[in-house]
């Protein structure tokens, strides 16, 4: 069973635009692994809150990420 854990900042994508990535990624995988993938694909989409990640040693927060 293919499997994407994607992280994104949290409430930054609207309910549309989260299926919309997730529908991308299953593409993705049913695209590299035929359409026999598609049906098993498992994509789970979580938000990060605002701080609960770094990169390079500095908290990134939504100011950071230009959506404040």
Do not use: C
Request: aromatic share 6%; proline share 3%; glycine share 8%.
């Amino acid at each position: 069973m293919p499997f994407a854990n994607l992280k994104v900042p949290a409430d930054t994508l609207t309910e549309e635009s989260k299926k919309k990535l997730q529908d991308a990624v299953t593409d993705a995988f049913a695209d590299v692994y035929g359409e026999r993938a598609r049906a098993t694909t498992l994509v789970v989409l979580e938000e990060v809150a605002d701080g609960g990640w770094s990169l390079g040693g500095t908290i990134l927060n939504a100011e950071i990420l230009g959506h404040s």
